[in-house]
């Protein structure tokens, strides 16, 4: 059993910057890849990035490539996920969610654990 919290959102201005963290309690977190998933509303969730147990693997989606970098600290039971150049497409509420595998995916139901989520809001 994984329980996941997210934290570090808030309401910032266009080109501005923010850093999630996702903290993690149980026991074994470095046994599982971690995937942040953010959702608008009206739209569906939609992959954000996702990190590999070791951290030797990410994968970011296209949107946020070169704009979000994730990491994580397996002594902390931490992962974080640094947004930068925010834009107000990026508004949305981000949740992190953890896989019981090596390799994280784009698919929500490739997921075992997930956190309740924290807001994003990007102003113009």
């Known amino acids: 059993q994984v329980q996941l919290v997210e934290s570090g959102g808030g309401l910032v201005q266009a080109g501005d910057s923010l850093r999630l963290s996702c903290v993690a309690s149980g026991r074994h977190f470095s046994d599982y890849a971690i995937g942040w998933f953010r959702q608008a509303p009206g739209v569906e969730r939609e992959f954000v990035v996702g990190?590999?147990?070791?951290?030797?693997?990410?994968t970011y989606a296209h949107s946020v490539e070169g704009r979000f970098t994730v990491s994580r600290d397996n002594a902390a039971n931490t992962v974080y996920l640094q947004m930068n150049s925010l834009k107000p497409e990026d508004t949305a509420v981000y949740s992190c969610a953890a896989r019981f595998n090596n390799w994280p995916t784009h698919r929500e139901n490739d997921y075992n654990y997930w956190g309740q989520g924290t807001q994003v809001t990007v102003s113009s």
């Open positions: 990190i590999s147990r070791s951290e030797t693997t990410t």
